[in-house]
């Protein structure tokens, strides 16, 4: 199974390629909810102090006008894009107003209903109107609560020069590179869908949820009831990647699924969901008067609206579409989306678990890949939502190609083959960081207690009594750790300058429109921006 992995991993090594992987890139985006010091979202504005939630690439909002999103650039050591994001979220804390604490774990509290969700606001731009009545739309057709979860993107791109030399491996001088780099990072992206299952098994932090999440809603057959507002899964990992968060399943029931055997298979996938109308959503209606509810009728207001845990993307240009600029340009990076944060420190993420992504996200590009059949992708869907539900049950099952296989005894035969990966990264940066990853990964697999969900429940069960004081704990914790600590001047000026471009950037744009917003959203969908 592995064969052709350790062939690419020797070829790699015995013509020096390794070195050239020093220049991948990674970055982190990091989203929080503001909330007051009882736990319940912020209903206060985006601080303007923090920049245009618009235009600053490393402080804005995502769903929420109180959820805060924190990106870093690309940066050519992962434990640099944890560095810039620790320092990003003390320029944060020194800005925060009425005691309110960044929210620590992915899974909200104390939501008194819809009311306490306000959308996040752009300003007066076209393009700052699209991007609220796009969230305006999330909220009609699936409601606000689902969308306050929160949780960290890994984005990772290969190093540019190291694509040339990978294609002379592969001996692929009949494709074009960029094509080349296509292939493979759809590859990749098929690979972390089927051994995607062991991120929220290794990193998952969400095993228990509160009560107010399901705003009333009975409580799901397979949760237990703790006590007046704690439900928990006894084996599960990460209820955020289940059946209550972010699923394929809402997706399944309109025809939607994405096709990752090519790019060109994965854009038309997405063109047709957003061109074609669907029933439920011509109900809700495009506008309330002269009020927009959402962007279109149809099965996708846009590209982001379909949920999957890996993403191809490519920036942006202007008022281009992903999928436009993926056809135009290819894929440039992937995005892995179903990292937990991690509730037990103050980054949401260790150098560790930063170390074993980066082995995870090349072993994926490396191994084999073949095209993803109906049947598998169904396995995929499963055995995420398995392993998301029970992943620490002793002696559960997965399916791999239609075979039964123990979670441990799948976990183990992959960390063993990414030690191969491992001493390539160890080589490539002159360290040894890579293979820890792997042995501290090998413990969690040996010992599912050690997991960062089965703590979580440690501590619910054993000391605060309560999924909501145990976050709320955390989160206090880590308030303390970012307010105690200071920028250096430079980082201090660097963060304040972007803070301040970006609400010039934003009047520019507002001061440049001449379109009204029905002609911009027409021209919009219609290419013509």
Known sequence: MYQTLNQRLNKIESTGSTKLLKKSLTGLEKESLRVNPEGTISTTPHPKVLGSALKNPWITTDYGEAMLELITPPCDRAYKSLDFLLNIEIF???HLRDNELLWTSSMPCVIRGEQDIDIAQYGSSNAGKMKSIYRQGLAERYGKIMQVIAGIHFNYSVAVDFWPAFQEIEDASNLEPQEFINQRYMGMTRNIQRYGWIIPYLFGASPAICKSFLAGQPKPESMTEFNDNTYYEKWGTSLRMGDIGYTNKKEDKRGIKANYNTLENYISSLRCAINTPFEAYEKIGLKDGDKYLQLNTNILQIENEYYSSVRPKRVLK??????????????????????????????????????FLEIFMLFCLLQESPEICTEEAREIDNNQHTVAHQGRKPGLTLYNKGEEITLKEWATQLLDEMSGVANLLNSAHDEFCYSKAISEQMELVNDPSLTPSAKVLDEIINRDGSYYHFAKRQSEEHRDYFINRQLTPETQSEIELMAEKSIEQQRELESQDTLDFDTFLQKYFANEL
């Not at 579409?321 to 991690?342: C, F, H, M, W």
């Open 92 to 94: 944060v804390y020194q």
């Open 318 to 355: 202007g008022f281009e579409k992903p999928t436009d600029a993926l056809e135009s340009r290819g894929i440039q990076y992937v995005e892995l989306r179903s990292v937990d944060i991690n509730v037990f420190k103050p980054a949401g993420l260790t150098h560790t678990q930063l170390y």
